[in-house]
T-cell receptor
Framework: GAVVSQHPSWVICKSGTSVKIECRSLDFQATTMFWYRQFPKQSLMLMATSNEGSKATYEQGVEKDKFLINHASLTLSTLTVTSAHPEDSSFYIC????????????FGSGTRLTVV | KNQVEQSPQSLIILEGKNCTLQCNYTVSPFSNLRWYKQDTGRGPVSLTIMTFSENTKSNGRYTATLDADTKQSSLHITASQLSDSASYICVVSAEQAGTALIFGKGTTLSVSS
C-alpha cells in the first residue's frame, strides 16, 4: 500500500533557527502533497498544498515566508520553518494523494517540533 | 459551509466493550468519507473509506456505516482493546478542485482495563 515517510519524527531547535521537515512518498509518485499543523487536542489544520514543480498554495493566515515549501520531485516535499519561535512549536503532518478524487490520501507519521 | 461534526468529543469504555462514534457532515458535493485512527504523537492511519454508493465497510473490529441521504456516518468498534485508545477522526472529501479534505475534530477514545 501507499507509504508516506516523514522525517524527523521529532526535533528541538533554538529560537531563531530554521528547521527542515521532509515528506517522501516511498512507493508512489505524488504530484501534490499537503502540510498540516495540529495543536494538542485539535484536529489537523491544512497549512499549504505542495505542487511538484510549482509554487505551493498556502491557506489563509499561513505565512509563506515563514513556512517555506519545496516540492522538487514527485516523491519529496519539504517544509522549512524559518526563524522559528516558541509559538511555532506544534505537530506537523504531511500527506500525499496517489489516487484521483482524493481517494488515496496517506499521512506521514508526523514531526513534533519544539522551539526553545 | 462544508463542515464535519463528530460526537462524542471523548469517550471512556471498559476493555471488551463495544462503542459507536458518530459523524455528521454538510459537505457538498460529496466524494467520499473516511475514518482515521490517530495515536498520540503519530500521523492518522486510515481505517475505512466509503464512497456515495457504499453503506458499510469493515476493517477487522472496525465497522463504518454511511447514510448519504442523512449525511451521517458511524464507526463501530467491537470488543475494544487497550490499543484502541486513540483519537478517531472523520474526514470527508469534497469533489471539487483540489479534492479538499474536511476534518472533524475527532473523538478521543480511552479504553481502560
Amino acid at each position: 500500500g501507499a507509504v508516506v515517510s516523514q522525517h524527523p519524527s521529532w526535533v528541538i531547535c533554538k529560537s531563531g533557527t530554521s528547521v527542515k521537515i521532509e515528506c517522501r512518498s516511498l512507493d508512489f509518485q505524488a504530484t501534490t502533497m499537503f502540510w498540516y499543523r495540529q495543536f494538542p487536542k485539535q484536529s489537523l489544520m491544512l497549512m499549504a498544498t505542495s505542487n511538484e514543480g510549482s509554487k505551493a498554495t498556502y491557506e489563509q493566515g499561513v505565512e509563506k515566508d515563514k513556512f517555506l515549501i519545496n516540492h522538487a520531485s514527485l516523491t519529496l516535499s519539504t517544509l522549512t520553518v524559518t526563524s522559528a519561535h516558541p509559538e511555532d512549536s506544534s505537530f506537523y503532518i504531511c500527506s500525499a494523494n496517489r489516487g484521483r478524487k482524493g481517494y488515496g490520501y496517506t499521512f506521514g507519521s508526523g514531526t513534533r517540533l519544539t522551539v526553545v | 459551509k462544508n463542515q464535519v461534526e463528530q460526537s462524542p468529543q471523548s469517550l471512556i469504555i471498559l476493555e471488551g466493550k463495544n462503542c459507536t462514534l458518530q459523524c455528521n457532515y454538510t459537505v457538498s458535493p460529496f466524494s467520499n468519507l473516511r475514518w482515521y485512527k490517530q495515536d498520540t504523537g503519530r500521523g492518522p492511519v486510515s481505517l475505512t473509506i466509503m464512497t456515495f454508493s457504499e453503506n458499510t465497510k469493515s476493517n477487522g473490529r472496525y465497522t463504518a456505516t454511511l447514510d448519504a441521504d442523512t449525511k451521517q456516518s458511524s464507526l463501530h468498534i467491537t470488543a475494544s482493546q487497550l490499543s484502541d485508545s486513540a483519537s478517531y477522526i472523520c474526514v470527508v472529501s469534497a469533489e471539487q478542485a483540489g479534492t479538499a479534505l474536511i476534518f472533524g475534530k475527532g473523538t478521543t477514545l480511552s479504553v481502560s482495563s
